[in-house]
C-alpha cells in the first residue's frame, strides 16, 4: 500500500490549492477515502471523507463549504480542492483508507501566509 500526495505550497489567505494523492497496493475503489491533515504541535484531524463510490462526502466543520473532496476510480487518486484558504489551514495533509492507520505518505505540506 501506497500514497503519494501532492500539490500543496505557499498561498496567501483566500487563495486555493487542489491536493492530489494517488494510491497503489490495493483496490482503490474498494475503499472509502480521508484526508487528513497535521499542524505543528497538534495531533492529526480528519478533514475530508468521501465514499467508496463518491456519491457520500463528509467535512470537518471548519472547512465546510470552503474544501471539495472527490475521486477518479479509474485513475486510482483522489482530490482536495481548497478554497478560500486561511492562516488555520496550514498544515501537512495526509490521505488514507477510512478507518485504517497503517501506511502513510509523506504529505504534503500547505502553508498559508500572508
Known amino acids: 500500500v501506497q500514497f503519494v500526495e501532492s500539490g500543496g505550497g505557499l498561498v496567501q489567505p483566500g487563495g486555493s490549492l487542489r491536493l492530489s494523492c494517488a494510491a497503489s497496493?490495493?483496490?482503490?475503489?474498494?475503499?472509502?477515502m480521508t484526508w487528513y491533515r497535521q499542524a505543528p504541535g497538534q495531533e492529526r484531524e480528519a478533514v475530508a471523507f468521501?465514499?467508496?463510490?463518491?456519491?457520500?462526502?463528509s467535512y470537518l466543520d471548519s472547512v465546510n463549504g470552503r474544501f471539495t473532496i472527490s475521486r477518479d476510480n479509474a485513475k486510482n487518486t483522489v482530490y482536495l480542492q481548497m478554497n478560500s484558504l486561511k492562516f488555520e489551514d496550514t498544515a501537512v495533509y495526509f490521505c488514507?483508507?477510512?478507518?485504517?492507520?497503517?501506511?502513510w505518505g509523506q504529505g504534503t505540506q500547505v502553508t498559508v501566509s500572508s
Open positions: 488514507q483508507r477510512t478507518g485504517f492507520n497503517d501506511y
Open positions: 497496493g490495493f483496490i482503490f475503489s474498494n475503499f472509502g
Open positions: 468521501i465514499s467508496s463510490g463518491g456519491g457520500t462526502r
